[in-house]
Nanobody, 126 residues
Framework: VQLQASGGGLVQAGDSLRLSCVVS????????MGWFRQAPGKEREFVAA????????SYADSVKGRFTISRDNAKNTGHLQMNSLKPEDTAVYYC????????????????????WGQGTQVTVSS
């Protein structure tokens, strides 16, 4: 599975961005998807995950209520809508995928994902 993330940019605090992840997979609907981010000098951290069906979602506490993860299995895409951005959201954002055959969505460790996109930079100025 190949993933390509896009949509990052430089914004001001309080602004919104929508990240997209285009996936090349014959059976994208059989994969769970996650978004992670990594700031300079920090470990890669979990942001959000969505089950293969789109029915089950999971968020990091730091983004809950501000970010929304979604997917379109017909278009082999995933999205991360980010609202009310804060300077501490500044990081490189990665989309990731793993095979899944249930609605379990608590895949919060990078080690639980096999396939990764190249990352897109999000910078939030104060």
């Amino acid at each position: 599975v190949q993933l390509q993330a896009s949509g990052g940019g430089l914004v001001q605090a309080g602004d919104s961005l929508r990240l997209s992840c285009v996936v090349s997979a014959r059976t994208w609907s059989r994969y769970a998807m996650g978004w992670f981010r990594q700031a300079p000098g920090k470990e890669r951290e979990f942001v959000a995950a969505i089950a293969w069906s789109g029915d089950s979602l999971s968020y990091a506490d730091s983004v809950k209520g501000r970010f929304t993860i979604s997917r379109d299995n017909a278009k082999n895409t995933g999205h991360l809508q980010m609202n009310s951005l804060k300077p501490e959201d500044t990081a490189v954002y990665y989309c990731a995928a793993r095979r899944a055959n249930s609605n379990y969505v608590q895949y919060r460790s990078p080690d639980e994902y096999k396939d990764w996109g190249q990352g897109t930079q999000v910078t939030v100025s104060s």
